[in-house]
């Protein structure tokens, strides 16, 4: 679970700046309260999908054929459609069963996020300067924030208290989370000790995450900005309090770290399977940390896009949670919809690709497959899928396979590309 390595990606994006140039440029502060950012101003969304990928019947009867062939006596633990971009559904089984996806409900969370907020939106962690000359700290989950902006924060702060009359002493309220929200409710406990399971906060060094996950994360940083505070001189007074309280209009912006930018945070969740990065995206979505609340509205926008809805259930943002359920076929169709889309080329190079980067880099290399499948894995006991976007002779095919419970499931799934990338099955299909 550690932060994308910097990789060659195969579709165009629009590059940002590198972390580093963030660090050593830092905004231009302003002396007062900024108004709170808005939402990108985004293209008109493309229309909702029509009926065909809806169809209750596959249109390549020698493709569904050959899954079925695969499958075998497995078929009723599997879920697997196959749709062109035109919409057909070439071959479908199981596609309208509701499974536990694992990660492939990144592909959810990312989606919303990247339709809400846009291509270049950064999440932002801001110290403020209170009217009574104390000082708080917000933030939004930026999955790198790390010791060298904790560091920076700590001498502003320090230089900006040296007019209160009390130069070596810095007050400092941390805005967090209440500690029952730091974990969905639906994570398995023992998950919880993992650094794939560490703690959801909006102030998280490291992504709350060591070797393990880090248990209680404000009382890390508490230790580690008294530290740094130390070392430049300046005494901590440290207090926590809730992330809902609401800044003094007169509050000031003293400083701002950046994090990268929104499709580095996609590909971090879609490629490497980040799952804190996938559920600060959720809740940074829906404008809201309430994981309930961030529930609803991304479900309520995937209604809105057209999208097979049926047994679909969103319980969190990255797919460690076992309540979640979406259907093949509602992948299929969220990938397609996702093509249509006006940053259609950012969501699709936020996945992983087959023998070449992130949870695909080790598979299918040396086969037709390498280089051609850009898509997100999916991993939990018993549980194994993978969705995503397939380049044939014929134009993309958009794959959702999802296991429940498969004795062999990665060769299977792989079984299942080669056959659809044999194109000539289905070159007799009725448009």
Same mark, same amino acid.
């Given at each position: 679970m550690r932060r994308a390595a910097p990789g060659r990606l195969l579709l165009s994006l629009i590059a940002g700046p590198p972390?580093?140039?963030?660090?050593?440029?830092? @905004?231009? +502060?302003?002396? $007062?309260?900024?108004? =709170? %950012?808005?939402? &990108?101003?985004?293209?008109?969304?493309?229309?909702?999908?029509?009926? @065909?990928? +809806?169809?209750? $019947?596959?249109?390549? =009867? %020698?493709?569904? &054929?050959?899954?079925?062939?695969?499958?075998?006596?497995?078929?009723?633990?599997?879920?697997?459609?196959?749709?062109?971009?035109?919409?057909?559904?070439?071959?479908?089984?199981?596609?309208?069963?509701p499974r536990v996806p694992a990660s492939n409900q990144k592909l959810v969370?990312?989606?919303?996020?990247?339709?809400?907020?846009?291509?270049?939106?950064?999440?932002?962690?801001?110290?403020?300067?209170?009217?009574?000359?104390?000082?708080?700290?917000?933030?939004?989950?930026d999955p790198d924030l790390a010791l060298p902006q904790l560091q920076r924060f700590a001498r502003l702060a320090l230089a900006s208290a040296g007019s209160t009359g009390q130069p070596s002493l810095v007050r400092l309220q941390l805005a967090e989370e209440p500690a029952q929200a730091w974990w969905p409710a639906g994570w398995h406990p023992d998950d919880r000790f993992y650094a794939y399971g560490a703690p959801i906060t909006r102030l998280a060094l490291t992504s709350n995450a060591i070797q393990s996950a880090v248990p209680n994360p404000p009382s890390r940083l508490r230790s580690l900005l008294t530290k740094a505070l130390a070392q430049q001189g300046g005494q901590a007074q440290l207090s926590l309090v809730p992330a809902s309280s609401?800044?003094?209009?007169?509050?000031?912006?003293?400083?701002?770290?950046?994090?990268?930018?929104?499709?580095?945070?996609?590909?971090?969740?879609?490629?490497?399977?980040?799952?804190?990065?996938?559920?600060?995206?959720?809740?940074?979505g829906a404008g809201s940390w309430d994981l309930q609340q961030a529930r609803v509205l991304?479900?309520?926008?995937?209604?809105?896009?057209?999208?097979?809805?049926?047994?679909?259930?969103?319980?969190?943002?990255?797919g460690l949670d076992r309540a979640n359920r979406l259907t093949s076929r509602f992948l299929a169709a969220l990938l397609l919809r996702m093509n249509q889309h006006p940053y259609a080329s950012q969501y699709l190079a936020s996945m992983a690709v087959a023998g070449r980067r992130g949870?695909?880099?080790?598979?299918?290399?040396?086969?037709?497959?390498?280089?051609?499948?850009?898509?997100?894995?999916?991993?939990?006991?018993?549980?194994?899928?993978?969705?995503?976007?397939?380049?044939?002779?014929?134009?993309?095919?958009?794959?959702?396979?999802?296991?429940?419970?498969?004795?062999?499931?990665?060769?299977?799934?792989?079984?299942?590309?080669?056959q659809v990338l044999n194109t000539q099955l289905c070159a007799s299909a009725p448009l």
């Open positions: 972390r580093a140039a963030l660090a050593q440029s830092p @905004p231009a +502060l302003t002396a $007062q309260q900024p108004a =709170p %950012a808005p939402l &990108a101003s985004l293209p008109p969304s493309p229309p909702p999908l029509g009926l @065909p990928l +809806l169809q209750s $019947q596959p249109s390549c =009867p %020698a493709l569904q &054929a050959r899954i079925n062939g695969l499958v075998g006596g497995e078929a009723s633990v599997w879920s697997i459609t196959v749709a062109d971009s035109q919409g057909r559904l070439l071959a479908d089984l199981n596609g309208q069963r969370s990312t989606a919303f996020a990247l339709d809400r907020l846009g291509p270049d939106y950064r999440l932002n962690t801001q110290l403020w300067r209170l009217p009574d000359g104390s000082f708080r700290l917000t933030g939004e989950g609401t800044l003094p209009s007169e509050a000031e912006l003293v400083h701002q770290e950046p994090s990268a930018p929104m499709h580095n945070l996609l590909s971090l969740a879609n490629t490497e399977s980040h799952n804190f990065t996938a559920e600060v995206l959720l809740r940074q991304a479900s309520r926008w995937l209604s809105e896009q057209g999208l097979p809805m049926e047994g679909v259930v969103v319980a969190d943002g990255s949870t695909l880099r080790n598979l299918y290399i040396g086969t037709p497959i390498e280089g051609r499948l850009y898509a997100k894995t999916g991993t939990l006991t018993g549980v194994r899928s993978i969705s995503g976007v397939l380049e044939t002779a014929d134009g993309p095919r958009y794959v959702s396979a999802i296991s429940n419970g498969a004795g062999s499931p990665n060769g299977t799934i792989g079984a299942v590309l080669r």
